[in-house]
């Protein structure tokens, strides 16, 4: 059966989904092969929990004319969401960076959906099957669609926007981000910027940060739409910035108090403001969806605890983010500052000089009490009154619980898989 053909049953479809545990009735399944599973084998299963259609890769579980056998289920995935999105034919934002893209995807959404029916990738669902998935979610009714790519080798971006086809493309930033797969930061920088190179051909925009001087580089020449601080060479000026701790900004005589923690926040916030006013949303709206936004998810979370005030920001860290976050904290008003910063992870060979050079970044912190976690830190302990090392989670653990904290300031970050949230239970 042909992609046309199987377009014609998805339509018919409610949804698509590749997980028999979130099946939807009349959905559309697509058995995705894993690293520890076949999903052919669930096949029937999904049709019993009321898909109206399963795709498979493997003719051995073929049940009935509800099933649709093809070579490879990941690719017609991906092929079946490229022809659809062809067949919605509606203008797509995507993004793209190092730091800030999912909370970015998130401000741009909620500015966007004031004016237009929007529908955006779902958490970070941005990778070779979220993106198919988040383009297979959009439909008649979407007027603009907004997706977020991740990468964390050369050549993906490329093959993402080739599925998704964006008019409209945003880089939030060039950073220390799986070092590992790109080969260092000039592999980052080269991977990011394929997106760059897509629109280039596709004659689409680019919206671009001119405070970040690699992407007025790389976007050289390209359509383009410009924001920035005090930059009356930009289409949107932003007039001033400030974080202690809620970044606030200020453009047109319009003041925008956010709910987000920290100035490394602020250049998310513009990005949204300048697509919204790009895309002709009313100032008035623009800073009631700024406003209005709340970060969850472990993402620079303001949270209190008894007396003490915790930045929560333990969704995930590199070098880059790392240490944007470490400077912010150490500028906030307030004593009693503690810092519990935990392993970076995907570095590579360079792992061990980028802890350090953490390290040796928050030696000027002699008024924060810092708490180093993980094996990579530890490896880099050095003897300072306020640093504390810990090799891992539970000999931190043992140490913190113990200790009680009032009237304190806390930033808490590292990279996912320290789940460094656990912190809270002994405050």
Do not use: C, M, R
């Given at each position: 059966m042909n992609i046309s053909a199987i377009h014609n049953l998805f339509l018919k479809c409610s949804s698509v989904s590749i997980d028999t545990r979130k099946i939807e009735?009349?959905?559309m399944f697509v058995a995705i092969k894993g690293e520890r599973f076949d999903a052919n084998t669930f096949a029937k299963e999904a049709l019993d929990r009321g898909a109206s259609y399963v795709i498979i890769d493997n003719d051995s579980y073929y049940i009935d004319e509800r099933t649709i056998i093809v070579e490879d289920s990941l690719i017609a995935l991906q092929e079946l969401s490229k022809f659809h999105r062809l067949y919605l034919n509606l203008p797509i934002v995507a993004l793209t960076g190092s730091n800030g893209k999912t909370t970015t995807k998130e401000l741009i959404q909620v500015v966007l959906a004031r004016k237009f029916k929007t529908k955006a990738t779902v958490g970070n669902f941005n990778n070779?099957?979220?993106?198919?998935?988040?383009?297979l979610s959009f439909t008649k009714e979407t007027e603009i669609g907004i997706v977020e790519m991740g990468a964390n080798h050369q050549k993906e971006i490329a093959f993402l926007c080739e599925l998704a086809m964006p008019n409209f493309g945003y880089i939030t930033n060039f950073g220390k981000a799986h070092l590992e797969g790109f080969g260092g930061i000039e592999g980052v920088i080269r991977g990011k910027s394929e997106m760059y190179q897509y629109l280039n051909k596709a004659n689409g925009l680019t919206f671009v940060n001119l405070e970040d001087p690699i992407q007025v580089d790389k976007s050289m020449g390209l359509r383009s739409f410009s924001f920035g601080i005090q930059k009356k060479c930009a289409d949107i000026t932003i007039a001033s910035v400030n974080a202690n701790p809620f970044v606030?900004?200020?453009f047109d005589d319009v003041v925008i108090k956010s709910n987000m923690i920290g100035l490394y926040n602020a250049n998310n916030l513009n990005a949204a403001l300048a697509i919204g006013k790009?895309?002709?949303?009313?100032?008035l709206a623009i800073?009631?969806?700024?406003?209005?936004?709340?970060?969850e998810n472990n993402r620079s979370q303001l949270l209190t605890k008894g007396s003490s005030q915790i930045i929560l920001?333990?969704?995930n860290a590199n070098p880059s983010s790392m240490a944007v976050a470490i400077a912010n904290f150490v500028q906030l008003d307030g004593g009693n500052k503690v810092m519990v910063l935990g392993d970076m992870f995907e570095l590579g060979e360079e792992s061990l000089q980028e802890h350090k050079a953490i390290v040796e970044s928050a030696v000027i912190t002699n008024d924060v009490k810092c708490y180093f976690v993980g094996e990579a830190f530890f490896r880099n302990k050095i003897e300072k009154s306020n640093f504390e090392f810990y090799q891992n989670f539970e000999c931190f653990a043992a140490a913190f619980k113990e200790l009680k904290f009032e009237n304190s300031m806390l930033l808490i970050k590292g990279s996912r898989g320290m789940a460094l949230e656990r912190t809270l239970e002994f405050l």
């Open positions: 009735l009349n959905s070779h099957i979220g993106v198919p998935l988040t383009l606030e900004i200020v790009y895309f002709k949303v009313a100032d800073k009631e969806a700024l406003e209005g936004y709340v970060p920001d333990a969704y």
